[in-house]
């Protein structure tokens, strides 16, 4: 297992008492600013912690670390806590503390279109994200919700890896393109393409990326899961109130190839629609709508209850704790 580990120079080097963590989190993103700037404000290591963060790089990779005690917390999509159950595991993952409440993924025109409506993505070619996974499953869930059946209705493609979608859409592959930030703001910057919808205020509040352990680690370290727990919290109240150029300046070192002014960009829109998770409880009506959307796309075959993947402890006690 390859890992890519991520040199924290503004905490310094760690105190003696403080406990390490060691996280990994599916890729490096803007999505993920509360996790940043909770390290970079440091109340991770207020609350005791030394969180060494390494990126794994994709939902299956970052799960097999976790299995396999590489990494003590994963960052990923509940999702696929309920694939790895559904498998039976002994040892299932369990979700803790939500960080992101919508989908990340922007609808992007090769074309300006003043007054869009999704049914001009009829006849079209459409470019989306990896089958099975959470992007491409609330972008289906839209696109049905809007009358078009993605696979009969378009062209879909979905033969390309995704480190290559946004390259691919810039040599010219395909009408329209699902994107993350900061790629999406990138190509409305550089006249390459046009931001038309956000697939997050689409399909709506989901538990969409989570801090997950296994469960066994959660039962032998409580006390570790509830300051990571405070921690989170602690920077979701930080950002819900930050203005967009100070959060960016904050976490710019995590993005070094990224412009400045695209990082403010990015984590405004993504304030103004909310996929900034507000607290870390993932409640029953997103878990339930997150297995609504796995079901519509055929790729969940049972239904897993709420209580069994999620434990709300945590996040209720920072809720009442966190000031």
């Known amino acids: 297992m390859l890992f890519v580990p991520f040199v924290l120079a ?3 080097d760690a105190e003696e008492d403080l406990t390490a963590v060691r996280v990994g989190e599916v890729t490096r993103s803007i999505f993920y600013a509360p996790q940043y700037i909770a390290i970079e404000k440091g109340f991770f290591e207020e609350e005791g912690l030394d969180v060494e963060l390494t990126t794994t790089w994709g939902g299956d990779k970052t799960m097999t670390t976790l299995l396999s005690g590489g990494i003590d917390v994963a960052l990923v999509g509940s999702e696929t806590s309920i694939y790895v159950y559904l498998q039976g595991s002994d040892d299932p993952v369990v979700n803790f503390a939500q960080l992101t409440q919508t989908d990340g993924t922007f609808l992007v025109s090769r074309h300006e279109a003043e007054d869009f409506t999704w049914e001009q993505l009829r006849g079209s070619s459409f470019l989306g994200q990896r089958k099975g996974g959470m992007p ?8 049905k919700q809007h009358g078009i059946d993605p696979h009969r209705d378009l062209e879909l493609i979905q033969n390309i890896d995704f480190a290559n979608i946004a390259s691919a859409f810039a040599s010219g592959t395909g009408d329209y393109v699902q994107l993350f930030e900061p790629q999406a703001t990138v190509f409305e910057m550089e006249g390459i393409g046009h931001v038309l919808a956000s697939f997050g205020e689409e399909s709506g509040r989901l538990p969409y990326t989570v801090f ?3 469960q066994s680690f959660i039962q032998e370290n409580p006390e570790i899961v509830q300051k990571f727990t405070n921690a989170v919290y602690r920077a979701q109240l930080w950002l819900e109130e930050a203005d967009p150029a100070e959060a960016a300046g904050l976490i710019a070192p995590y993005f ?3 412009e400045l002014a695209v990082i403010q960009t990015v984590i405004e829109r993504y304030q103004n629609q909310q996929s900034y998770a507000l607290d870390p409880a993932i409640d029953e009506e997103e878990w339930e709508r997150l297995q609504d959307i796995m079901e519509e796309a055929g790729e969940l075959p049972k239904r897993v209850d ?4 999620v434990d709300n402890q945590f996040a209720n006690n920072a809720a009442e704790h966190v000031k």
């Open 10 to 12: 503004a905490c310094g």
């Open 136 to 143: 491409q499953m609330a972008g289906e869930f839209t696109l």
């Open 212 to 214: 997950m352990s296994k």
């Open 256 to 258: 070094e190839d990224t």
């Open 306 to 309: 709420h209580a069994i993947l």
